[in-house]
């Protein structure tokens, strides 16, 4: 027996060693990689609102950043449009700034799920030069009915008024129509339209005595605003009920939102996306004191 230990003495040692080097192989491999997380892919489009347009073409900027596989378009054209291009399977996104039903028959609104996404205020604008400051909801009646026709007649100077008006698809029209002028009809031939936002600030600055009115997202010294019965249109005073003439910024889809466009969506009502909202001139949701369900 004597004779055989130094060869079992051998056998155990190398049984060893190669359990050590099974063992440190072990540890030095390279772990197994975890299967790639599906990234999100497809397309999106969202047609509507220009008072929310500004907002929803940062938002695809941000968006795609995060997500390249992924595209979204941000197209305007009104409300309305944004309303009937969702209802109809045109778009994936439908941006309002009124409820679908206050522009679309009951049985097409009630195809569409609603995503309110923030708020906006607007505010009565007018050409720098009108040296006027406030006006009464009455005033403004008189004025975008065509009873009042010159700035002298509400304690500015001796210049016709000139209206700007959105076409009658435009949400911004529809809530400054419901909120400031309590539903009354504008003078039927007395205005100049112009199709969007835009277009309103451009010619605010390019014709004396004109008056109009803008989300406050595109508010800036270019037009000068007014106050609506001696209260300011800011954030303070829209969050507390004080200021009247704002609404919801709506993302309509028709039925559950799905892929991307349920992906784009959530990110705008993203915590990630709140300080964007707030930068430029929007509300968040949740710093409104006072709602509204129509």
Not at 38 to 45: D, K, P, Q, R
Not at 99 to 123: M, N, R, Y
Not at 201 to 226: E, F, N, P, Q, R
Request: with cysteine; aromatic share 6%.
């Amino acid at each position: 027996m004597t004779k055989f230990k130094p060869l079992l003495i051998a056998l155990v040692l190398v049984l060893s060693l190669s359990v050590a080097l099974v063992g440190c192989s072990s540890n030095t491999a390279q772990p197994t990689p975890a299967p790639a997380a599906n990234s999100l892919t497809g397309s999106a489009t969202a047609v509507g609102s220009s008072a929310l347009q500004p907002l929803a073409e940062k938002a695809a900027e941000m968006f795609m950043a995060k997500n390249k596989d992924a595209r979204v378009q941000v197209q305007g054209g009104g409300s309305g449009t944004g309303l009937t291009q969702v209802a109809q399977g045109g778009c994936d996104i439908g941006n309002s700034d009124v409820f679908a039903a206050e522009k679309l028959p009951a049985d097409q609104a009630g195809t569409l799920v609603d995503h309110k996404v923030c708020v906006v205020g607007f505010a009565t604008v007018v050409n720098p030069e009108v040296k006027v400051d406030n006006l009464t909801g009455q005033q403004l009646i008189d004025i975008f009915t065509g009873k009042i026709k010159n700035w002298k007649e509400v304690g500015g100077q001796d210049l016709s008024i000139v209206i700007l008006n959105r076409p009658a698809s435009s949400g911004t029209r529809a809530t400054f129509k419901k909120y400031a002028l309590n539903g009354a009809e504008e003078a039927a031939g007395q205005a100049l339209t112009e199709e969007s936002s835009g277009a309103i600030k451009k010619a605010l600055t390019d014709t004396k005595g004109s008056i109009s009115y803008l989300a406050l997202s595109y508010v800036d010294s270019a037009v000068k605003t007014l106050k609506y019965d001696g209260v300011e249109p800011t954030v303070a005073n829209i969050t507390s009920g004080k200021y009247p003439i704002w609404s919801y910024e709506h993302m309509y889809t028709k039925g559950e939102a799905k892929g991307v466009a349920k992906a784009f969506i959530e990110y705008m009502m993203s915590s990630d996306f709140t300080s964007t909202i707030t930068q430029m001139g929007y509300i968040p949701n949740s710093d409104m004191k006072v709602s509204r369900d129509k």
